[in-house]
């Protein structure tokens, strides 16, 4: 069932931003932005660690997720550490994706020529 | 021909863009990369027998790093191009956000070029929501604790 749930999920997502996209002068700049910060909302209230719980993988796929992930750690880093911790942890859960993303990003786009 | 006629002419040249099939397009390609990584997921659960969030954690790093093959392969504009959001929101967007940027910046030289432009596109995303993640997550310890 959580199959049908993250198509449902991560494709409603995708198009509630194409239709942004195609009607207002929005760029994916713009949209990406505005996911992450509406990511870090519901993320203060707990609204989506249990859309997460209820739709599985595919809510940890769209850039929503890397709102909540960036205040949560942070909130338990001040759960742990106090005030140092709300700095000091921001970025731990968020790490695997920007890390490996520059990452990847650096060692294959050294060999391969732009297309033009 | 007065100017309301050239505005007239202008918007009836211009092409249409098929919302319909953008909005479809990208319903259709978001679900797919959804449903896969859920997939992936379970079978990483299920074989390996790891937990959830390490199995989240591969399956973002499977992710981004086809994202970014694709990128440096030179298909994944034309794939962005076609399924426009349906490629962009999902984490493949920040991928192919950064790995563009190294790809086009690259002739300028390494430190000027790469280094400096690496986060041109993806750098909207870290700061808007590290800046906003703290301002939340003061909210939240005011709020719970």
């Not at chain 2, 863009?17 to 390609?29: D, I, P, T, Y």
């Not at chain 2, 030179?74 to 956000?97: C, E, N, R, V, W």
Request: charged residues 10%; glycine residues 10%.
């Amino acid at each position: 069932m959580t199959l049908i749930y993250s198509f449902l999920f991560c494709g409603l997502l995708c198009l509630i931003a194409q239709v942004i996209m195609d009607n207002t002068k929005l760029t994916p700049g713009h949209i990406t932005s505005i996911y992450v910060v509406l990511g870090t909302i519901l993320g203060c209230f707990n609204i989506y660690d249990n859309i997460v719980d209820f739709v599985g993988a595919g809510a940890n796929i769209p850039i929503i997720s890397f709102g909540n992930l960036l205040i949560n750690s942070a909130y338990q880093g001040y759960l742990s550490d106090g005030i140092i911790g709300l700095f000091g942890n921001m970025l731990t859960d968020v790490g695997v994706g920007v890390v490996s993303a520059v990452v990847f990003a650096f060692l294959l786009s050294i060999p391969f020529k732009v297309k033009d | 021909m007065n100017k309301k006629e050239y505005l007239k002419l202008v918007k009836e040249i211009t092409p249409k863009e098929k919302r319909l099939s953008n909005s479809l397009n990208a319903f259709l390609v978001g679900g797919i990369l959804g449903i896969v990584a859920e997939i992936i997921k379970m079978i990483l659960v299920s074989i390996f027998s790891i937990t959830i969030t390490e199995a989240i954690g591969w399956v973002l790093l499977i992710y981004i790093f086809l994202a970014a093959l694709f990128t440096a392969l030179g298909f994944m504009d034309d794939l962005a191009q076609k399924y426009k959001s349906g490629i962009l929101i999902p984490i493949t967007g920040f991928a192919h956000s950064i790995t563009s940027a190294i790809m086009d910046y690259k002739k300028d030289g390494l430190i000027t070029g790469v280094g400096s432009n690496v986060f041109k596109l993806a750098g909207c995303v870290l700061l808007y929501g590290i800046f906003f993640a703290f301002v939340m997550a003061i909210i939240k310890v005011i709020l719970y604790v």
